[in-house]
């Protein structure tokens, strides 16, 4: 049901964020109740490069969210893939202006764009966060990148946003760790000596410990750590779902999350922001998303039923039973 907005909400304890991507209407029409209702956080991607939106895409959006459980937060993704945006005060208010008129929590920077410079990004972010600070919630979506020693959080084309992500500007961080490539690597928690890369649903707890250790992330950040719904949701060969079966990643996808949430091998657990995943789409209409050649897409719904419960602790909750 629709939630009128008052002030600014808390992010969620358990959160589990998903994507969706309103440009593609035929996989955003299969999305079901059930799915909606396993995330406690609904991005909508994306608003235009000035920050204005669609008005029939958010219409599709608004329908979308009379199917979500109460309490469920929703943002405005601002970017994506290919879009060339405007960094200007302009953006900021119709922004603004878009979270106001559809009743929003909040806007998501998933700035791809690689002619933005860090300092641009920098002036962006604190011009947004100081206007929307007590009333809305800012995130950002940048990928991972650096040293398995001294890891960074990119835009795509590899400027990095140090600067802005030591600074207390975003409620979430929310991490993409499906478009860095193999070569980026960092420390498993439980052996440091090995070093693991987006292939491997390890990437889950050593990318957070990573960043959260040395990653220079202000503290009032909370990190997210961001995976593909499937196979096809990132269909490349630094995908955590590129294994045969499919199916093997799901139990190590929650040992990861449980790892982190208990502190085992030192993780410090404090700022675990929970899960996201790329898209609601790519799980609601796998056929339309064919993952890279010799691997394979679960069932439609698989994620939301199979994974997300992991992060909002219903899967834990269940098992107590």
Do not use: C
């Not at 994507?19 to 059930?34: E, H, P, R």
């Not at 190590?252 to 502190?263: D, H, L, S, V």
């Amino acid at each position: 049901m629709l939630r009128k907005h008052t002030a600014k909400p808390k992010w969620p304890e358990n959160a589990m964020a998903g994507y969706v991507d309103m440009t593609a209407t035929g996989s955003m029409d299969a999305i079901t109740q059930d799915q909606i209702q396993a995330y406690n956080v609904i991005i909508f991607a994306f608003a235009a490069g000035d920050g204005t939106v669609d008005s029939s895409q958010m219409k599709a959006a608004q329908n979308l969210r009379t199917l979500e459980a109460d309490g469920t937060l929703n943002l405005i993704s601002f970017g994506g893939a290919g879009e060339a945006v405007q960094l200007t005060d302009d953006t900021i208010d119709n922004l603004i202006s878009v979270v106001e008129t559809y009743d929003l929590d909040g806007i998501d920077l998933d700035i791809e764009d690689g002619a933005i410079t860090e300092d641009q990004f920098n002036t962006f972010a604190s011009k947004l966060s100081a206007q929307i600070k007590d009333s809305y919630l800012l995130t950002a979506a940048p990928i991972l990148a650096g040293t398995s020693t001294a890891p960074t959080l990119n835009i795509p084309s590899g400027v990095s946003l140090e600067q802005s992500f030591a600074n207390d500007y975003f409620d979430a961080i929310l991490v993409q760790a499906y478009n860095s490539g193999t070569s980026f690597a960092y420390p498993l928690p439980s052996d440091p000596s090995q070093l693991v890369n987006e292939t491997s649903p390890d990437i889950i707890a050593a990318a957070y410990n990573a960043l959260q250790q040395n990653g220079g992330i202000n503290s009032n950040s909370l990190i997210a750590i961001g995976i593909p719904a499937n196979a096809g949701g990132a269909p490349s060969a630094s995908n955590l779902w590129n294994v045969n079966p499919y199916t093997a990643a799901t139990p190590q996808i929650g040992q990861n999350i449980a790892e982190i949430k208990a502190g085992d091998y030192s993780i410090d657990p404090s700022q675990f922001g929970g899960m996201m995943a790329w898209s609601l789409n790519t799980d609601a209409m796998p056929s339309a998303y064919p993952p890279a050649s010799g691997y394979e897409n679960g069932p439609a719904g698989y994620f939301a039923a199979n994974v997300a419960p992991f992060a909002t602790g219903q899967a834990a909750a269940k098992a107590a039973e």
